[in-house]
């Protein structure tokens, strides 16, 4: 068999971190069993669409370099692949179940349906769902309501008998109740709109879908499509529902988790190798060990044997430990040139850089690596080059254990060993290890002596290293600034 699988999304919001991880399986799948991967866009909902939407979905995939086979842009053998653009199929197929008998035309008015609805509800009936009024019209009947002006939708005829089974990849046969299936559903709107039943069965049909790989949130459609394959007479694709994405609380993974846009990461500075590597791990493994993949190696060994089955976690803080690592073996030169829209972005840097700003960019890269864990970590390090504002609370510079008296001496004392000994040529070894005896000597730990030194230069408790923040700043700065943090502690 061929594999052919697909991402179907509908672009009525921003690509999110549960929908992205399906596009990267059914991706992975797809080249590492030397199949093909399509794109389709399920456009009908009208109501709710967005070009926003849709240029999102175009641009992450981009991002992350997942490129699709078949789909929009770059065409196909069975287009098109926006379901907008194939209302001509889904009427023909929807006619054909009428002309079989599988479906039939409804004439019900909301106002019916919803009346419906209300005494189901009151008289809390066992049978909830469309009472199938239209089920058994008579060609005179249907007359008349066409003579009316009215629109009738088409409804399939859900079998009231029996049960339906179809097997899932990884949670093995599913049954259900006929009865139990949401009766007599719309396949065609009175607009021309399909519905998602129809026009998903149809096209996961006529483009020659073998596996369909998606949220386990779709199982209780399952039933249901399975017998529109049925009525269609057409083999039904293997179904591989996947594992929910969840939040550390074990909730479905939602903003009150924080951020689930793709393009929220993507603007906070994450990488895309790192999003990619990560993600796919939300629910998959190799061998339980390996963590770090990168796409070459996941078009090759990934397997639809290494999904899990529960419910998978999206730990926001081993992303940023991921992110981190993907910075830190980042070219300097690349790094350079992702860290420099969030400077001009900030107001530090022209666009386009100048060349002094250019040789800044490249000495600020090697000390703020080992420090970010996402890209936009780099405004809040460097701030204190680009912009002075002291730090006039003294709290600020006392560390944990530590006091203002103490303080006032590591300030004191810690200048004049840091000044002297740079002035000097002193090796940097050497200076911090006499800061190290001083802190011994006061009787607090290191940090009351790195910290106050630390805040004096870079007007932050969180910084780059202190010599390299010395380095970029200047000795005389420093020194400037040093005093300066100095004298908070001498006014009266």
């Not at 069975?78 to 209302?87: K, M």
């Not at 197929?93 to 609805?117: D, H, I, W």
């Not at 399975?226 to 993974?253: E, I, N, R, T």
């Not at 386009?352 to 490249?362: F, G, H, I, N």
Request: include cysteine.
């Amino acid at each position: 068999m061929d594999v052919r699988v697909r991402y179907a999304p509908s672009p009525t919001g921003l690509q999110h971190i549960g929908g992205v991880r399906t596009a990267l399986f059914n991706y992975f799948f797809a080249k590492a069993s030397g199949g093909k991967f399509i794109l389709r866009v399920e456009d009908t909902d009208r109501e709710r669409y967005s070009d926003e939407s849709l240029e999102d979905l175009y641009s992450t995939l981009e991002w992350l370099g997942i490129k699709w086979d078949e789909g929009p842009v770059v065409g196909g053998p069975y287009g098109p692949y926006i379901q907008s653009e194939r209302f001509d199929i889904y009427k023909k197929y929807a006619e054909q179940l009428v002309a079989e008998g599988k479906a039939y035309y409804c004439y019900c008015s909301p106002e019916r349906l919803e009346r419906v609805r209300k005494e189901q509800a009151e008289s809390k009936s066992e049978y909830q769902g469309y009472d199938r009024h239209c089920a058994n019209l008579t060609e005179a009947e249907r007359a008349e309501y066409e003579a009316q002006g009215i629109k009738p939708v088409i409804r399939f005829r859900v079998p009231t008998e029996g049960k339906t089974t179809f097997h899932d990849i990884l949670m093995g046969d599913i049954t259900r109740r006929n009865r139990d299936i949401s009766p007599d559903p719309i396949l065609l709107k009175s607009d021309g709109f399909p519905t998602y039943h129809l026009a998903n069965v149809v096209d996961d049909h006529l483009m020659h879908i073998t596996h369909i790989m998606r949220a386990q949130e779709w199982i209780p459609s399952g039933p249901l499509h399975v017998l529109l394959y049925q009525a269609f007479g057409w083999d039904v694709p293997q179904y591989c529902h996947l594992p929910m994405v969840m939040g550390k609380d074990g909730q479905k993974l939602s903003k009150r988790h924080g951020s689930t846009a793709v393009r929220d990461f993507r603007e906070k500075g994450y990488l895309p190798e790192a999003i990619m590597n990560y993600v796919t791990l939300v629910g998959w493994s190799l061998d339980g060990s390996t963590e770090f993949f990168s796409k070459e190696d996941l078009e090759k060994c990934f397997t639809l044997q290494g999904i899990h089955k529960a419910p998978a976690v999206f730990d926001y803080k081993k992303l940023d430990w991921f992110n981190g690592q993907y910075i830190r073996a980042c070219d300097n030169d690349r790094l350079s040139s992702l860290i420099t829209p969030y400077l001009q972005k900030a107001g530090y840097v022209h666009d386009p850089l100048t060349e002094d700003e250019k040789k800044l960019v490249s000495l600020i890269v090697p000390p703020v690596k080992e420090r970010m864990k996402v890209l936009s970590d780099v405004v809040p390090l460097t701030a204190f080059l680009f912009e002075d504002k002291p730090v006039e609370d003294k709290s600020v510079y006392i560390a944990k254990g530590s006091d203002e008296e103490s303080t006032h001496k590591a300030l004191k004392a810690g200048s004049e060993i840091l000044l002297s000994g740079l002035k000097g040529g002193e090796e940097e070894a050497s200076i911090e290890e006499k800061l190290s005896a001083l802190a011994g000597e006061l009787g607090i730990k290191v940090n009351g002596v790195f910290q106050p030194i630390r805040v004096a230069i870079t007007n932050s408790t969180v910084s780059l290293p202190l010599f390299d923040s010395i380095r970029l700043l200047g000795l005389d700065e420093a020194e400037k600034r040093l005093m300066r943090g100095l004298s908070l502690f001498e006014e009266n």
